[in-house]
């Protein structure tokens, strides 16, 4: 009987970590695609910035 309940526990034990596991991989996941969405829109709006300012500086220099 103590066997049995051994078992049960361990099995019950193991399918806890498998859930567990697979929870952490799923917030993983989603962490990433954040992180990667999150670089794009600085780029873009870096990209934006620098080309802003080399407009205005153009335009400086052709008002001189």
């Known amino acids: 009987m103590r ?3 051994l ?3 361990v099995a019950g034990a193991a399918l806890s970590v498998a859930a567990c596991s ?3 991989q799923d917030a993983a ?3 990433a ?3 990667m969405a ?3 829109a600085n780029a873009d709006a870096m990209a ?3 080309s802003d ?3 205005d500086m153009a335009s400086d220099a052709a008002a001189q």
Do not use: F, M, R
Request: hydrophobic content about 40%.
């Open 3 to 5: 066997k049995i309940l």
């Open 7 to 9: 078992a049960a526990a």
């Open 22 to 24: 697979e929870k952490t």
């Open 29 to 31: 996941a989603t962490t």
């Open 33 to 35: 695609d954040s992180a």
């Open 38 to 40: 999150d670089t794009s």
């Open 48 to 50: 934006n910035t620098a």
């Open 53 to 55: 300012g080399a407009s």
